[in-house]
């Protein structure tokens, strides 16, 4: 036999005579990389180690001169034999047809991600302390594909090579059967044959004992019962590795584990290649074209999507979805995805059996399970995104022992803070089953929303103080259940939203920005609370809880409140209204509902404009929760109080409110709604000029905010620092706050907010001299002059479009009249300036420059312009007629200065 290489004859002469390649390295003193690289010819040994390799690999001394030579790499015509055999009959003995490298099973399809798995796997078998990995998941995780995957990486790793045997055709018998049945298996896949008369499992074990092998056991679960065999091949044949995936963790005290979860998935992607970074969405779009050769992922994004969160990554449920596309658009699979498992399977004849389906999947596993863990499984699938042990006790009765058991076969997942959490498909399935009575799952489901609005309401309250961080959190990360208990609570028990929870509830989602969830949420609460309150058989109220007519009122207020942050005034206004009219004529809590709703509704009329009407209902909802006692809703309404006084140019009672408002929040430790304070501060400061002290309060609002992961304010916020780098000429840094509130608004559906930046853009290109930039940003806000200064008349100006200037700056001062916005009409009295001006009426121009300029409402910005105006002015004209226009315009009403415009304005139109 002629010998290619001189590592490989080591290679070869070690296995002849039994050796490991770690006890042939301990033998020279050198470690086992060093004889690796040596048999992989990648390194010559040394003299002394060459020497000393002749002596343990049993070179007659008389050729271990040409030995030593021929691993320096000198030629030499043959190598020395061993005394009893000669190497060339020794090595003749084992072809490499008889060692086979390995025989893992070629793969047609394509390998999708699980980058962290296979790195993790592989540095898991390189740890010498870890004999046995398995790689533990339910069916349809694709356990085989990663194992065989990440043994081909390992195939140079081990001198004996690997393999791979598939125990899924073993039948399930005794357990000594069994062992024999592994036993065989394992011997066909190294292609050796067992002696009659002797235990096979013995002759595997000493065949294995001086091998350096990695094996794969694929679909262990049902052969648990031969664990023990494993654990004693473990400890006689110390160089083999063993790689095991199983639906059930193998309870062996050698056993490091994989849990194996779903592909990564994408929550959200706006584009085709943002969600092509997600190895779920690679599947499916791998697998649709493959079935359908014009399929395009833009084409059918938020379905497949829809999907890969249906599965959650699970890859057989993804490339059994995928095979539809043929026949169904990706919006109908998902819908059928959420409401039967049937879908997920498929005819092809080359998938194996058990893999046909999901619920064929699933229905091997629920066998493997006792009648008690089906019923608690059955309890447990009330659960929506995951669950602590402390809610499985008292939601489901079910304890530690048994949730481990669960994990422990797959039908559970735990994270690394002790989260319990169901897969999806496996919850559809278990709902499917009939473990329980109708009547033991509405006694579950009774006591899981009970568990959750209780949680709710705890953690709500936190909402008030300084554990506010701790409440958002808490709420979060049950979330999903809350959801369910609140749907529970709408369809069998109304009167338990109480308004704790209506607070805790309606606190957390303003907090998220989640103004479409909240108006979903509390129009479903409140159509049932409105049905409830119609109907001739209304069920009993509870001990100590207030009418539901009043909760009632007060939950039309949350959802009025959410359709005015989605922008829908009048629908937001109606709610109000409706609320308003509904509360009950006396009780314990009718002042402060009703406080609360006057509030609000002042809040959405100054939002929107309307600062006179605004003003009306605030003060009045701000007197009655003084009246009512409670110091936090009122510290609360004084933050939209003193915002309508600042939009009302009266920037002195602002500071007062908001100033008492942050004395209240202060003593209660209250950070949520303490954000507002420094908010509103930072905006009065602004006004005044001091901008420094405006960026410094914002930006310590935006660091709270950003610690209590309070998304919608945060966007607010950026769009006040945009506006502060603008007035201080930071045009670049301005620009890039605006930009990053769009971003964060689109993405939390804050069209207010979003608008309100676009404004923030516009006026920042009229400074910068773009007045078509400007004309398309304040078209794109879709804002009207309701409230905001500067815009479109501003950007008309540049253009000089000189009647379109004019008909905006007529309608800001009809709404300063109208609504009582002043900084709104003194600063359009500023554009109406510019406009006599050109028209050559300067003395009319310098007038109403010297009115805003004097008058209390004029903040920093429009004092900017109009000094700017009045110095261009005032350099052309002689100082008598200077003088006469400052005493003619400090003598001007500001009403009447604008009546006085209007009307010239409508003689000129």
């Excluded at 790195?119 to 010498?128: D, F, K, V």
């Excluded at 990554?313 to 498992?341: D, F």
């Excluded at 853009?761 to 001299?769: F, H, M, S, T």
């Amino acid at each position: 036999m002629e010998i290619v290489s001189f590592g490989e004859w080591v290679q070869k002469r070690r296995n002849q005579l039994g050796f490991t390649r770690s006890a042939l390295a301990q033998s020279v003193g050198c470690s086992p990389a060093t004889i690796k690289k040596v048999e992989r010819d990648e390194r010559r040994p040394s003299v002394q180690i060459a020497a000393l390799l002749a002596k343990s690999l049993q070179i007659p001394k008389a050729d271990r001169e040409d030995f030593i030579r021929r691993a320096r790499g000198e030629f030499v015509p043959r190598f020395g034999a061993p005394p009893e055999m000669s190497i060339e009959e020794t090595l003749g003995l084992y072809t490499f047809e008889d060692f086979p490298r390995h025989n893992l099973p070629s793969q047609t399809m394509s390998f999708i991600g699980r980058e962290t798995e296979l790195a993790w796997i592989e540095s898991t078998l390189a740890n010498p302390n870890c004999h046995l990995l398995t790689i533990l998941g339910a069916g349809g995780m694709g356990k085989t594909r990663l194992a065989i995957e990440a043994a081909a990486a390992q195939l140079s790793n081990f001198t004996d090579g690997i393999a791979y045997v598939s125990l899924a055709p073993i039948s399930i018998d005794n357990s000594t059967n069994s062992v024999n049945s592994l036993a065989g298996a394992v011997a066909d896949a190294l292609k050796i044959t067992f002696h009659a008369g002797k235990k096979p499992e013995n002759q595997l074990s000493n065949y294995l004992r001086r091998k350096e092998l990695l094996l794969v056991l694929d679909n262990f679960e049902h052969l648990l019962g031969t664990v023990h065999f494993l654990g004693e091949l473990i400890r006689n044949a110390p160089d083999i590795k063993i790689l095991v995936t199983s639906r059930e963790r193998l309870n062996l005290q050698e056993e490091w584990l994989l849990q194996l979860q779903g592909l990564i998935f994408p929550i959200d992607a706006k584009t085709p290649s943002q969600a092509l970074q997600f190895s779920a969405v690679q599947l499916f779009d791998q697998r649709a074209k493959q079935v359908k050769a014009s399929f395009e992922l833009n084409e059918e994004l938020p379905a497949v999507l829809k999907v890969c969160q249906l599965v959650e990554g699970m890859p057989l449920g993804i490339e059994l979805a995928a095979a539809w596309v043929r026949q169904l658009p990706c919006g109908e699979i998902a819908q059928k995805i959420a409401s039967e498992l049937e879908i997920l399977s498929t005819t092809l004849r080359n998938v194996p059996e058990r893999h046909r389906s999901i619920h064929g999947v699933f229905s091997y596993s629920w066998r493997s399970l006792s009648e008690e863990e089906q019923g608690n499984l059955k309890k447990l699938s009330v659960f929506r995104g995951g669950f602590e042990r402390q809610a499985a006790e008292v939601v489901a009765n079910v304890s530690l022992t048994l949730l481990s058991s669960l994990v422990d076969k797959s039908f559970l997942s735990v994270d690394d803070q002790g989260r319990y959490s169901i897969h999806e498909l496996i919850r559809q399935f278990v709902n499917g089953q009939l473990a329980l009575s109708a009547a033991d799952v509405e006694t579950a489901r009774d006591a899981h929303c009970l568990y959750f609005l209780v949680l709710l309401e705890e953690q709500g309250s936190k909402l008030k103080g300084p554990e506010v961080l701790e409440g958002l959190t808490a709420i979060e990360k049950n979330f999903e259940n809350v959801r369910v208990a609140l749907q529970w609570a709408v369809d069998k028990h109304i009167l338990r939203l109480n308004l704790g929870i209506e607070y805790g509830l309606f606190r957390f989602l303003a907090a998220k920005g989640w103004f479409l969830e909240a108006e979903e949420l509390f129009r479903v609460i409140t159509s049932k609370q409105e049905s409830e309150i119609s109907s001739a058989n209304s069920r009993e109220q509870q001990p100590n809880e207030p009418p539901l007519q009043l909760l009632y009122s007060n939950y039309l207020i949350h959802l009025a409140y959410s359709r005015d942050y989605l922008g829908r005034l009048d629908d937001a206004l109606a709610t109000y209204e409706k609320g308003l009219s509904v509360i009950p004529l006396q009780g314990a809590y009718t002042m402060w509902v009703k406080g609360w709703n006057l509030t609000n509704t002042g809040l959405a009329f100054s939002k929107h404009g309307d600062l006179i009407s605004g003003k009306k209902y605030l003060e009045k909802g701000s007197s009655l929760l003084k009246e009512s006692g409670d110091s936090f809703s009122y510290a609360c309404s004084l933050v939209p109080y003193s915002q309508n006084s600042h939009l009302m140019g009266d920037y002195e009672e602002a500071s007062r409110l908001v100033a008492e408002c942050q004395q209240l929040l202060e003593e209660k430790k209250e950070q949520l709604f303490y954000t507002y304070t420094l908010s509103t501060s930072g905006r009065l400061a602004a006004e005044y000029g001091a901008l420094d002290e405006a960026e410094a309060r914002h930006i310590d609002c935006l660091l709270q905010r950003k610690k209590l992961d309070y998304q919608s304010a945060i966007s607010y916020t950026l769009s006040d620092l945009g506006t502060v780098a603008y007035l201080k000429g930071e045009y670049e840094k301005a620009r890039g706050y605006f930009q990053e509130s769009i971003l964060l608004a689109n993405e939390l559906n804050l069209p207010y907010t979003t608008s309100r930046s676009l404004w923030g853009l516009g006026n920042l290109a009229v400074a910068e001299g773009d007045y078509t930039l400007a004309a398309r940003f304040f078209q794109e806000s879709g804002l009207t002059n309701i409230r905001m200064i500067g815009g479109p008349g501003w950007a008309a100006l540049g253009l000089n479009k000189w009647k379109e200037a004019e008909q905006y700056f007529r309608s800001c001062l009809q709404i300063m009249l109208e609504k009582g916005n002043k900084p709104l009409g003194l600063d359009a009295l500023v554009g109406v300036a510019h406009l006599s001006a050109q028209t050559g009426a300067f003395m009319d121009a310098l007038e109403l420059l010297v009115l805003v300029q004097l008058h209390p409402a004029s903040n920093y910005e429009i004092m900017r312009k109009a000094k700017k105006l009045w110095a261009k002015l005032t350099a052309e004209l002689p100082s008598e007629n200077i003088l006469l226009a400052e005493t003619k315009g400090s003598d001007i009403n500001l009403w009447a200065a604008a009546e006085k415009v209007l009307d010239a304005l409508r003689m000129t139109s």
